[in-house]
């Protein structure tokens, strides 16, 4: 009976523990961040992605600094911990990220070695609008400028576009001039190309340079 009670005692104590006192306490996610060779700086997820947003919580951050001329700089809201320039180096910062974005660069190419996360409510931007597309075509007698729909374009509002155009002929081209933009093919040669250009507000006009008769223009308008 004494050896019934005492087993069952010891069974509610060890339910009662709490995770941390039974050695079962859930591990922190590990991520991985490493600078160097060469101007290279990156934070992964265990699956090998880009970190780009996280829950709130705890984290261990393992570092790599493969590079004596540049470190590891991450900082945000109640974080910041960096490796040390000029020496090459392995850390691992167990660090709590709460609501906000945070970044790591390297502290001497802030410039172009860097980048950022957001945790919590704030969320990641989101992705940039992909460029429009125009379709340009010239030959001996036509020129003509459409929409993806195949309408001839008139007007767009301001932003970037892929303009496709095929110029099939050995005696015209296509020119395409306007606010920042000065784009041909050549006169005496088949060619088709693509321009990925930023179109602003005003006036554009295409044409061969050629033929007075060839020839057409659009608006860009604010958007």
């Known amino acids: 009976m004494y050896r019934t ?3 069952l005692t010891l069974s509610i104590a060890a339910i009662s523990l709490p995770a941390s006192a039974t050695g079962t306490s859930k591990a922190n996610v590990t991520l991985t961040g490493v600078v160097g060779p060469g101007f290279n700086i990156s934070l992964k997820n ?10 709130p919580g705890t984290y261990d ?3 790599t600094d493969n590079a004596i001329e540049h470190n590891f700089h991450l900082s945000g809201p109640g974080v910041d911990e960096a490796t040390v320039l000029e020496t ?3 850390k691992t910062w167990t660090v709590t990220f709460v609501d906000g974005t945070y970044a790591y660069v390297c502290d001497a190419h802030r410039a172009t070695m ?3 996360f957001t945790v919590g409510t704030v969320q990641p931007p989101p992705p940039p609008t992909p460029p429009g597309k125009l379709s340009g075509k010239v030959t001996t007698n036509a020129i ?5 729909s195949g309408a001839r374009l008139k007007s767009v509002p301001q932003g970037t576009f892929k303009v496709t155009v095929s110029d099939s002929s050995k005696t015209q081209n296509f ?3 306007g606010p920042g933009v000065n784009k041909m093919t050549g006169v005496k040669a088949r060619s088709k190309v693509t321009w990925t250009l930023r179109l602003k507000q005003g006036k554009y006009t295409y044409r061969s340079d050629r033929s007075r008769k060839l020839r057409g223009s659009f608006s860009v ?3």
Do not use: C, F, P
């Not at 265990?46 to 829950?55: I, R, Y």
């Not at 003509?144 to 993806?148: A, E, F």
């Open 114 to 116: 860097k980048g950022s």
């Open 221 to 223: 308008t604010a958007g």
């Open 5 to 7: 009670l005492l087993a």
């Open 144 to 148: 003509s400028l459409k929409k993806s």
């Open 46 to 55: 265990a699956d090998g992605s880009s970190v780009s947003h996280l829950d």
């Open 61 to 63: 951050v393992a570092v």
């Open 88 to 90: 090459t180096d392995q």
């Open 175 to 177: 020119h395409l001039r």
